[in-house]
């Protein structure tokens, strides 16, 4: 445009586009924003909902949409700037230099950093997930507590898990005081019942120094082994953990080894 001309209207015209479109993009940058941050939040409460274990921390994302926020309100203003000072240049009939546009460009780059940090981020997220993940998936497998319950999956029916307990325990010289058979017995009054058996088994010189030291343990002796059968069809081996029932009779830690025999014989059975 010549110097003194007035400018076209179809050059003001394409610099109120040009500004508007700033405005759009400023105004995605800064909801996008709020979306990623508020991501994190989001994850937290769906894993508080659904009872699952304590997540990791999503903590980047808020600050990964705050910077595009921020961003998003960096473009408006520069856009603003800029839109008045071409309308300045175009007004004044001056030349208008022809110069890559520095906003795009910073923009441009910074997005790209912006997400590779993002996918990075993500990457590592969706690891420590998965790391998560398989840890309390193998815990169940191996074993669950439930009050003071362990619940160890057995490889074996309930019936071979019983024989198998009871050779361990004659091995170790372990005295099975009893055996009740709960599903057997509802057989008895015409009731129906998964496969349930208990093991009562223990040691008078183990179990005498318990009592001795706290009469109420007494209540939860001799020791237990539940085998039973689940609803599914799967077979564990339940009994008290050995910490719980010191918690709940004040054992002297030095007994704590006299009913911690209980867990060795748990997963030798459940193998």
């Known amino acids: 445009m010549d110097a003194g001309q007035k400018p ?75 839109h008045l000072r071409l309308i300045r240049e175009l007004e004044r009939g001056g030349p208008v230099a022809i110069r890559p546009s520095i906003q795009a460009i910073f923009i441009a780059l910074f997005l790209a950093l912006l997400g590779l940090a993002m996918a990075s981020y993500l990457v590592s997220v969706h690891a420590s997930a998965n790391l998560h993940s398989e840890n309390n998936e193998e815990k169940t497998m191996s074993a669950t507590t439930t009050q003071g319950i362990i619940d160890k999956p057995s490889n074996h029916s309930v019936e071979q898990t019983v024989d198998k307990a009871k050779n361990v325990l004659q091995a170790k010289g372990v005295t099975l005081f009893a055996l009740i058979d709960h599903s057997g017995e509802a057989s008895k009054v015409g009731m129906k019942m998964p496969p349930t058996k208990l093991l009562l088994f223990g040691n008078p010189k183990a179990g005498t120094p ?62």
């Open 8 to 82: 076209d209207l179809r050059d003001a015209l394409a610099a109120e586009r040009t500004f508007l479109a700033w405005i759009r993009t400023g105004l995605a940058l800064m909801g996008f924003g709020f979306v990623v941050a508020r991501f994190g939040l989001f994850l937290q409460q769906l894993q508080v909902i659904e009872h699952a274990p304590p997540p990791p921390s999503y903590g980047l994302s808020l600050w990964f949409g705050t910077a595009l926020m921020v961003l998003g309100v960096l473009v408006n203003l520069l856009s603003a700037w800029h």
């Open 210 to 271: 318990l009592m001795l030291a706290a009469p109420s343990s007494a209540i939860d002796l001799p020791l237990k082994l539940l085998i039973w059968e689940d609803a599914q069809g799967k077979v564990w081996v339940s009994y008290n953990s050995p910490a719980y029932l010191q918690e709940r009779h004040h054992l002297p830690p030095s007994l704590l080894q006299n009913i911690a025999v209980v867990e060795t014989l748990a997963t030798e059975v459940a193998k």
